[in-house]
Structure formats: C-alpha cells, structure tokens
C-alpha cells in the first residue's frame, strides 16, 4: 500500500533501537525523510545507516536529550518543522511506590509526559497551519490494564493520555490527527534485559522465566517490533485522517476486557 507521506517530514524519538527504531523504519520506507533522534550517539548513528540502506525514504540523526528544553531547541534548530513526530520514550524503573520521592515521580512525568507534550507543542501549531499532520505517542498497555509496581510509567502516561484526548478534538479539523499506540510485551533488547533481571531476582533461570511468560500469553508469543512500526506508519499515513484521539493497543489479546 502506498500510504501517501512520500516526502513527509517525520520525527521519531529514541529510536536508536527497538520500536522507536522500527516505526522510523516503517516511515523510511514509506519514502518519509526522518530525523532519528537518541541520546547516545554512537548506536544512534549505526541506525540511521541502517535505515538509509532500506530507502525509499532517508534518515538524519541529532543527538538529544528530549526532556531537556536544550536538547529539544537543538533538534528544531536543524529541522524546524515536521509533517509527522513519533514520541518514544522508555519507561521509568519498576518499583514500591513507597520508595518513590518527589525527585523520582518528577523524572518520570518528564519523560513520559511532559517531554511528548513539549514536542507536541512545538509542531502541532505549524501542522494545523499547512493542512496536515501526524502525531503518535507510544505509551504502554499498562495504561489500559494496569501492573502493579509500574505506577511510574502509568501515572506519567495517563496523564499524557488524557491531555491528548483532550487535544485531538482541536486538531483533527485542521488535518492533523493525534493518537496513541499501547504496546504490550515486544521482542525488545529491553524486554530480554527484564527477564534477566527477574530471573536474578526469582533465582531462576532466564529460559524458564520467558518460558512462563509465554505460555500465559494468549499468542504464545511476543510481538515483533515491526508489527508495531508498520502499525505506527498506517497511523501516520494520508489513509488515517479520519482516526483521532485513539489509543490503539497492540498486545497479542492479552488484555481481557471488551473495550
């Protein structure tokens, strides 16, 4: 399918690797020019090679830190403006909340809220103005279906939730459509990191740690970053304008509810 962004000016964040990288991929093939965007630069350079060995499309990179208002003027400094901007971050450590300051909340809820909401102000004027635009967070399925210990992350994306249900009523008038991807359990460096962890944690091995999480699952399997890439493509191609204000969860059916 052609999805009609050929040309299209997109920003993805943190994606140096895992799903950020696979929606910049997804969007570089489309024929999107886009801007990576990590904070280490090293990986973050190794990726935009690899997306301008797929095209179409092409890939620059700027090394930054989005929660920053420095690290943010230095992305729009070099790329002013954006048809398409992808926010991606990863999400705050698991824990008590008993053990949590103000200092630690504050950390998560700028990472995982404040940050997305900043770049989204600092497009979504232009976009309106033009005709056109795409906005999509990914956020977590914890959202939804609640995890105990994940308080961070679902307190912080919640509210990055309920002010872009808010915010994509405004817009979508004006062409640009704001949504959000709910990811469950991906195949991810970061998820394979998660299981060593527990496994150190249970004294259990690594195999039967991931083992158990599989067969609880309703797909007996994780999902593939590109299934969450291309999904995030569709979103942000000429075929979606008409979803809005959406949050899409992508988990394999493991959540039981209806709605």
């Not at 679902?154 to 959000?180: D, H, M, P, Q």
């Not at 000429?238 to 959406?246: K, L, M």
Request: aromatic residues 6%; glycine residues 12%.
């Amino acid at each position: 399918m052609d999805l009609g962004i050929q040309g299209k000016r997109a920003l993805v964040c943190g994606a140096s690797a895992g799903l950020g990288f696979a929606c910049a991929q997804a969007l570089v093939q489309a024929g999107a020019h886009v801007v990576i965007v990590a904070r280490t630069e090293g990986p973050l350079v190794d990726a935009a090679e690899r997306l301008n060995a797929t095209g179409p499309g092409r890939a620059d990179w700027v090394t930054a830190d989005v929660t920053t208002d420095v690290g943010r003027a230095r992305i729009f400094t070099q790329h002013p403006d954006f048809d398409i901007v992808v926010t991606n971050a990863g999400g705050p450590p698991p824990g008590d909340f008993r053990q949590w300051n103000r200092d630690t909340w504050h950390a998560a809820i700028d990472a995982n809220m404040l940050a997305p909401i900043e770049l989204i102000k600092a497009t979504v004027d232009g976009m309106m103005a033009r005709g056109w635009g795409r906005i999509v967070n990914i956020t977590s399925s914890a959202v939804k279906s609640p995890v105990d210990g994940l308080g961070l992350s679902t307190g912080a994306r919640s509210g990055l939730t309920g002010f872009v249900s808010g915010l994509a009523r405004t817009t979508v008038a004006k062409g640009v459509t704001i949504n959000n991807i709910l990811p469950g359990t991906f195949d991810t460096a970061r998820l394979a990191g998660n299981f060593v962890a527990q496994a150190q944690r249970e004294g259990k091995s690594v195999e039967d740690v991931k083992a158990a999480r599989l067969a609880k699952h309703p797909a007996h399997r994780f999902g593939q970053p590109s299934e969450l890439g291309h999904t995030c493509a569709f979103l942000c191609s000429a075929h979606a304008g008409y979803i809005n204000g959406q949050n899409l969860l992508l988990d394999g059916g493991s959540f039981t509810g209806v709605f």
